[in-house]
């Protein structure tokens, strides 16, 4: 009976201690569903006020609590810290909105509104500061920074003042200002005027904190270039002859000639044929019967004037009319224009005159001339150089090159366009409206091989679009030079070569991945190469390094691992990603990024961006 009992009691305690072991167990290496609520509270709280900014004197109070059994699952007095107050101090932050942009005639002004807003913690004051730059060099400009007080864009005389600084301003507060840009001696067509808008936090104990915008206003200008053409009969006019004279004016900026003016003094040794004064855009000339739509026609004496309609960008207008060469003229005298004369004077929008286009004097003597046509381009990015003509991309991206060509001869020519670069292929588009943005309409309209006829100094404006070959490397550098070449030029004995050029630069971003694996088992980390054994029973540790050491992004990434089930067992939900396990990643292919398929291990993300990197892991059994 002493034995029995001994064996009754050992056995009671043995259960006892197995019990308490596996409370043990559970306790310890399963987290309890009370823990992880809290644990859960705490990190949703933490997300939630991530993205918020708290007030500076704002108090931060926190307590922790503690819930526990004993070992036989007897709910236990719950404990408490003592509470921790934190008090939040100020920080200073700034922002004016995003950079803008704007064109304005030449010697004209522009207003920006932008509104300065504290994006800091607490009360604080702002400094304001504008500086500039013209590019190309040479052209000057006024900036001046006003207080919009009503907020409606416009500058309120008496009530809108210059000003350096914002008001004190409550966090979240904001001051609105009007910049206002004005081209003080007329910039040229394409001239860029940027301003950098500098705001200034006054609170610096968290270090300087600025925000920088820039204004750029871009010059539009009319740009007159004119052209004068005599026709004859033949090349020896006889006195009583009509010599006719077609003098064109090509408005070759992308702003208005506002008042143009035409006035020529009668070419030397001829008399005005009245019934012969005309206008139209450069072809099948109407005579003018009365002022309408023109303006007033005037010819006094051996000065003809015309009062024409407003020319607009890109327009043309020409204007003929022939001259009696007079009665009684010995071969060999002159025929030609006064200095100065013809002249086509133009204002801008605010009545500011342009310098006068005077075309080249053109002499004519009896004995006739022939003028000789000669050949010239200029090839120009329609944009800011080392910004338009700079791109970075993936492969497959596209790019736009907006330019222009301008015929430098001085008759009608036609040019070839070409490219050549390291990789990047261009397809050549005309920019039907010369905005330098490429539409659907413009897509339509086909590509081009050649710009078509372009007048003498006339302007084709066109868009190459380039492509990323799909492949290209990482860092890939590209150069690339547009060429257009003059197709007259060329048919000329022997050929004249005419050609003009520009170039851009493209940098390809692409992906590169590396994966990095070793296996851990005993406490050691053994990589390729290693020596390691590790005996039947032993659990080893997969670790994956997934880097991409690109400097483009990689989308749909998967990494997989093929499990020896020959030799080894796979631990189920074993598998991590950046050391988050169970019961956050498991094996089911539930989207959390890991799966386990029976025989592989796969991790997916949608995308890598550069340089980022990821650490799997997954354990097998040695059988």
């Excluded at 950079?99 to 004051?125: A, E, F, H, K, R």
């Excluded at 413009?442 to 302007?459: K, Q, R, W």
């Excluded at 067992?569 to 094996?587: E, F, H, K």
Aim: glycine content about 10%; proline content about 4%; aromatic content about 8%.
């Amino acid at each position: 009976m002493i034995i029995k009992t001994i064996k009754n009691d050992d056995s009671k305690m043995e259960s006892k201690n197995m019990k308490h072991k596996q409370k043990l167990t559970k306790g310890g290496f399963k987290m309890k569903p009370i823990r992880f609520l809290i644990v859960a509270i705490t990190m949703f709280g933490m997300v939630a006020t991530a993205s918020a900014i708290t007030a500076a004197g704002t108090d931060i109070t926190n307590q922790a609590i503690g819930n526990y059994d004993d070992a036989n699952g007897n709910a236990m007095t719950q404990v408490q810290s003592l509470v921790v107050t934190t008090t939040v101090s100020q920080v200073a932050g700034v922002s004016q909105g995003g950079n803008q942009s704007q064109t304005i005639q030449s010697m004209t002004s522009t207003l920006y509104p932008v509104t300065v807003t504290n994006d800091g913690n607490g009360s604080d004051t702002f400094g304001l500061a504008a500086t500039g730059a013209v590019v190309p060099a040479g052209g000057t400009y006024n900036i001046e920074i006003y207080h919009d007080v009503d907020g409606e864009g416009d500058i309120d005389a008496g009530t809108d003042l210059v000003v350096s600084s914002t008001t004190a301003l409550a966090m979240a507060g904001t001051y609105d200002l009007l910049i206002k840009v004005t081209d003080v001696d007329g910039g040229a067509e394409g001239d860029v005027h940027t301003v950098t808008l500098t705001a200034t936090a006054g609170y610096t104990v968290n270090g300087t904190v600025t925000d920088v915008i820039t204004l750029v206003t871009t010059i539009q200008e009319a740009t007159i270039n004119g052209t004068t053409i005599i026709e004859t009969g033949d090349e020896t006019p006889a006195p009583g002859d009509a010599i006719t004279f077609i003098s064109c004016f090509d408005n070759d900026g992308t702003a208005t000639a506002y008042n143009p003016i035409y006035r020529t003094v009668m070419p030397s040794n001829t008399t005005l044929n009245l019934s012969s004064v005309s206008i139209d855009g450069g072809s099948n000339f109407l005579t003018i019967a009365t002022a309408a739509p023109y303006g007033d026609y005037h010819f006094r004496g051996d000065t003809l004037e015309l009062f024409l309609a407003d020319l607009d960008g890109a327009a043309t207008i020409c204007i003929q009319f022939d001259a009696i060469a007079d009665a009684g003229l010995a071969a060999g005298d002159p025929i030609d224009f006064p200095a100065n004369s013809p002249s086509f004077t133009y204002e801008n929008l605010a009545g500011d005159p342009y310098t006068p286009e005077y075309p080249d004097e053109t002499n004519f003597p009896a004995g006739g001339v022939d003028v000789a046509q000669t050949y010239g381009v200029a090839l120009a990015l329609l944009g800011t150089e080392g910004v338009d003509d700079v791109f970075v991309g993936d492969p497959g991206d596209t790019f736009e090159y907006a330019f222009t060509v301008t015929n430098g001869g001085n008759g009608s020519d036609n040019f070839d366009l070409s490219f050549a670069s390291t990789y990047v292929t261009w397809v050549f588009y005309v920019d039907l409206n010369d905005d330098g943005i490429l539409t659907q309409n413009e897509i339509d309209n086909l590509a081009v091989t050649e710009t078509g006829s372009l007048l003498a100094a006339g302007v084709g404006n066109f868009i190459a679009v380039g492509t990323i070959p799909v492949g290209t490397g990482d860092t890939s550098v590209d150069a690339t030079t547009f060429t257009a070449t003059s197709q007259g030029g060329a048919a000329e004995a022997p050929p004249v070569v005419a050609t003009g050029t520009d170039t851009a630069g493209t940098t390809c971003t692409a992906p590169t991945l590396t994966l990095l694996k070793s296996v851990t088992h005993g406490g050691t980390e053994y990589f390729n190469g290693d020596v390691n054994s590790a005996a039947p029973g032993v659990t080893l540790t997969y670790t994956i390094v997934v880097t991409n050491v690109g400097t483009g992004e990689a989308t749909t990434v998967v990494v997989s691992d093929a499990i020896d089930l020959v030799n080894t067992a796979y631990v189920l939900d074993s598998m991590t990603i950046d050391g988050d396990g169970d019961p956050t990643v498991d094996d089911d292919d539930d989207a959390d990024g890991a799966a386990y398929t029976g025989t592989d291990v796969v991790w997916s993300f949608p995308s890598m961006a550069a340089a980022a990197a990821h650490t799997l892991t997954f354990q097998v059994t040695v059988k």
